[in-house]
């Protein structure tokens, strides 16, 4: 199985900028996702890296290492509706389910 | 493009019942996921189905099953339920084809509160 690993708790200032960081464990990595989930509401799909390297989509930013086991999310021009929860999630080679981490909670305050 | 449906949106139980939630995969997914999301917490895997079968499960008792129907929409059945059943259960399909990721498509939920 998977064991990752993501800070609790971060908070930042309106058009800043946060990075989430992630580190995992896995016997055969296939992908790793990120996803954002407002409270009360579903996760929604933010990035994904299956290569090392940084992955750039508007404001957010993904980032891979495979062999560290390490992945970033990199969040610019903080606004206040990032303010969220997000998931850090590792699929496993020959497996479609994803392994989650408990999610840190970004609140961007004005 | 029709998003991933379920219902019912809330419920409340008591100890001991059983529950069936409904999902209605994205137009188009042939795979269904089901989750179990704990107040502050990721989802957790319960288990997939893909073409009306069982495709791997995750660390949950048999009282945990599933039905995925031909038309890919899918049901999940708690029998005999407790207190930590208590959580929001998310449904999310996906498509098997090379041209995507695998990346998952959820639906908004279905809370179930165990008194």
């Known amino acids: 199985g998977q064991n990752i690993d993501q800070p609790t708790e971060m908070t930042a200032t309106e058009g800043a900028i946060v990075q989430i960081n992630c580190t995992y464990q896995t016997s055969g990595f296939n992908g790793l996702f990120w996803y954002q989930q407002h409270a009360g509401e579903a996760p929604t799909f933010l990035s994904y890296n299956v290569l090392d390297g940084l992955e750039e989509k508007g404001r957010f930013s993904s980032f891979l290492s495979r062999s560290k086991g390490y992945s970033y999310l990199l969040l610019k021009e903080l606004q206040m509706k990032d303010s969220a929860s997000y998931l850090c999630?590792?699929?496993?080679?020959?497996?479609?389910?994803?392994?989650f981490g408990a999610g840190t909670t970004v609140t961007v305050r004005a | 493009e029709t998003g991933v449906t379920q219902s019912p949106t809330h419920l409340i139980k008591t100890r001991g019942q059983q529950v069936t939630l409904r999902c209605s995969s994205q137009?188009?997914?042939?795979?269904v996921s089901w989750y179990q999301q704990a107040l502050g917490q990721g989802p957790q895997f319960i288990f997939q189905y893909y073409r009306e079968e069982e495709n791997g499960r995750g660390n949950f008792p048999p009282r945990f099953s599933g039905l995925q129907f031909p038309n890919y929409s899918s049901e999940l059945n708690v029998n005999a339920l407790e207190l930590d059943d208590s959580a929001l259960y998310l449904c999310?399909?996906?498509?098997?084809?090379?041209?995507?990721?695998?990346?998952?498509?959820f639906g908004e939920g279905s809370r179930l509160t165990v008194l």
């Open positions: 999630a590792v699929r496993d080679r020959g497996d479609y389910k994803l392994s």
């Open positions: 137009s188009g997914h042939n795979t």
């Open positions: 999310a399909s996906s498509g098997r084809d090379r041209e995507n990721t695998g990346e998952l498509f």
